[in-house]
C-alpha cells in the first residue's frame, strides 16, 4: 500500500531554507519492521489466556504504538493483577516470534540505502524495549544504518505519545527538531512526533523510497533509481 503523504504543508517559498531536513527519525514496527501482525498475535494469545478473549486485529486497535509498561494498566484493569513474571515471559515469546519470522515492510531496506546513499542523518525511535529494538533490527541487518543511535522507551523519561524519543534523536543527530522529519505509523507515534516539533510523514505498509525522497526534497525519481542501483 502507498505510503501516505504528510499532512503538513509544503514549505513557502520564503521558508525553504528554515524547513529544510537534515535528519530522519523512524519508528520501527510498521515502519522499518513488519512486526506487528506477529507481536499482536502473541499479545491476543496471552490475553485470551487470561480471560480477556482479543483477536489480533482487536489487540492491534488497542495497543498500536503503545509501550509494554503503559499496557500493563490496561490489562490489568480487564483481567487483574497479573502474575510475577508475565511481562517477561510476553516479551520471551515475542523475541522468539521475531527470530523465527520477522520480515522487512515493503521498501524499508531501498529506503535506509537512499538516506545512507546521500548523508542523511538517521535514527530509531521505538516504544520498544532494548532488547526487541535491537533483536529486529539485527535480525533484518538495518542496525549499520544508524551509528548507534537507536532508542527504545527504556532510553527516555516518557514513551511516545510524549515527545522524549523524538527529542533525545534529534540532539543525537545535530539537528533541531524542525529539521528532523518524523516517519510513523501510529496515532501516538505521530502525536509524539508532532509535540517534539518535527514535520511527520506518516505511513501504512509500504515505506517508498521515492516518496520519502520526495517528502525531504532530497531526489527526483532519476537520482532515486541511481542511489538504488
Excluded at 53 to 66: D, P
Aim: with cysteine; proline share 7%; charged share 25%.
Amino acid at each position: 500500500m502507498p505510503a501516505r503523504a504528510s499532512r503538513l504543508p509544503a514549505c513557502p517559498r520564503h521558508r525553504k531554507k528554515s524547513c529544510l531536513i537534515r535528519a530522519v527519525l523512524l519508528d520501527c514496527d510498521g515502519v522499518l519492521a513488519d512486526s506487528e501482525g506477529l507481536v499482536n498475535e502473541i499479545v491476543a494469545r496471552a490475553l485470551t489466556a487470561r480471560s480477556w478473549a482479543m483477536t489480533a486485529e482487536e489487540a492491534e486497535h488497542e495497543f498500536l504504538g503503545i509501550a509494554l509498561p503503559d499496557m500493563i494498566p490496561r490489562i490489568e484493569r480487564r483481567t487483574g493483577p497479573l502474575p510475577p513474571g508475565w511481562a517477561h515471559s510476553l516479551s520471551r515469546d515475542i523475541q522468539a516470534e521475531l527470530t523465527r519470522a520477522l520480515q522487512p515492510i515493503p521498501g524499508a531496506a531501498e529506503s535506509l540505502g537512499l538516506l545512507a546513499a546521500r548523508g542523511m542523518a538517521m535514527a530509531v525511535c521505538s516504544n520498544s524495549s532494548r532488547i526487541e529494538l535491537r533483536l529486529k533490527l539485527e535480525t533484518l541487518g538495518f542496525l549499520r544504518f544508524f551509528g548507534g543511535r537507536v532508542l527504545s522507551f527504556e532510553d527516555v523519561a516518557s514513551p511516545k505519545p510524549a515527545p522524549d524519543l523524538y527529542l533525545r534523536a534529534a540532539a543525537l543527530c545535530g539537528a533541531a527538531p524542525e529539521h528532523c522529519l518524523v516517519v510513523e505509523d501510529s496515532d501516538a507515534g505521530e502525536a509524539a512526533g508532532r509535540a517534539a516539533g518535527c514535520p511527520v510523514l506518516r505511513v501504512r505498509g509500504h515505506l517508498d523510497p521515492q516518496a520519502l525522497a520526495a517528502r525531504i526534497g532530497m531526489a527526483t525519481k532519476d537520482a532515486v533509481r541511481g542511489a538504488l542501483r
